[in-house]
C-alpha cells in the first residue's frame, strides 16, 4: 500500500518542485516515510475513486444484513428531530455525508482534497432534518453505558467526540471496505429500534461495523456541468 502512496507522491512534489529536482527528490522521500509511519493512504469508493472532501457519499454497511440500506438518522421521541444513527430498509440508499477534516487541524500528508485513511476527520449528513439541529456525528460523552455509547448527530465539528478516523477493514487494498475509529473505540452496530441495527461505539470486535462509499452520481454530474460552462 505503501508502494503506491510514495510513487503518487513523488510525482506530485516534482511536478511542483521541477526546479528543484534534487530537493524534491529527498523531500518526497522523507513524506512518504511519514505516510507509510502513519499507515496513511486515501480512503476509496465502490468505483476504486479517492474519497474527497468536496463531493458527498452514501455509506452503506456491508456486514449488518443481507442487501442493507445506507445510514439514517433514527427519530428522537421527543422531539421529532433525529438523534441517532440507524440503517434505511433494504435497498433504499440512506442520507447522503460529507466528510471533512477538523478545523485547525494540521494538513495531512496526502493532498487537502483526498480522505486518508488513519486522518481525523467529521462526518455530516447532508439533509434538510431538523434545520435547527447541527447534522455532525459525535459520540455520546453522557452515555450511560460508556462501553455502548450511541453514535448521534448534533455534534460540533470543533470538538474531540466528532472526530472520527476512517481505517482499512481488511489487509488487500482493493477491498474497499472500511471502519469508522475513535480515540475511545470502534463503530458498531446494536440491535435498536425495530431491530434496526443502530450505531453504537464499542470495544467488542463481533459489533464492528464495516463500510463501503458510494459516490453521489448527482453531484458529480452537477459538477461535470459547471466545469463544462
Request: hydrophobic share 40%; aromatic share 6%; with cysteine.
Amino acid at each position: 500500500m505503501c508502494l503506491i502512496s510514495i510513487t503518487k507522491l513523488i510525482q506530485t512534489i516534482k511536478k511542483s518542485m521541477s526546479s528543484f529536482p534534487l530537493a524534491s527528490f529527498l523531500i518526497a522521500l522523507l513524506l512518504a516515510a511519514a505516510v507509510c509511519t502513519h499507515g496513511q493512504v486515501p480512503v476509496t469508493d465502490t468505483d476504486g475513486n479517492n474519497v474527497r472532501i468536496n463531493e458527498r457519499y452514501f455509506i452503506q454497511p456491508v456486514n449488518t444484513g443481507v442487501n442493507g440500506g445506507g445510514l439514517i438518522p433514527v427519530a428522537a421521541i421527543l422531539p421529532s428531530c433525529p438523534l441517532g444513527i440507524t440503517e434505511a430498509l433494504p435497498g433504499e440508499s440512506g442520507v447522503l455525508v460529507r466528510i471533512a477534516f477538523p478545523p485547525r487541524l494540521i494538513p495531512p500528508l496526502l493532498p487537502r482534497t483526498i480522505v486518508p485513511t488513519n486522518s481525523d476527520i467529521t462526518i455530516e449528513f447532508k439533509s434538510n432534518i431538523c434545520n435547527g439541529i447541527s447534522k455532525f456525528w459525535e459520540v455520546d460523552e453522557f452515555a450511560q453505558n460508556p462501553d455502548q455509547a450511541e453514535i448521534l448527530i448534533g455534534g460540533n465539528r470543533r470538538r474531540g467526540n466528532s472526530w472520527f478516523k476512517i481505517e482499512r477493514a481488511g489487509k488487500e487494498a482493493e477491498t474497499n471496505i472500511y471502519k469508522f475509529t475513535t480515540s475511545a473505540g470502534t463503530v458498531g452496530a446494536i440491535s435498536g429500534a425495530f431491530d434496526s441495527p443502530q450505531l453504537v461505539l464499542t470495544n467488542d470486535v463481533a459489533k464492528t461495523i464495516f463500510v463501503k462509499f458510494i459516490r453521489d452520481v448527482t453531484t458529480v454530474v452537477t459538477s461535470a456541468s459547471r466545469v463544462e460552462k
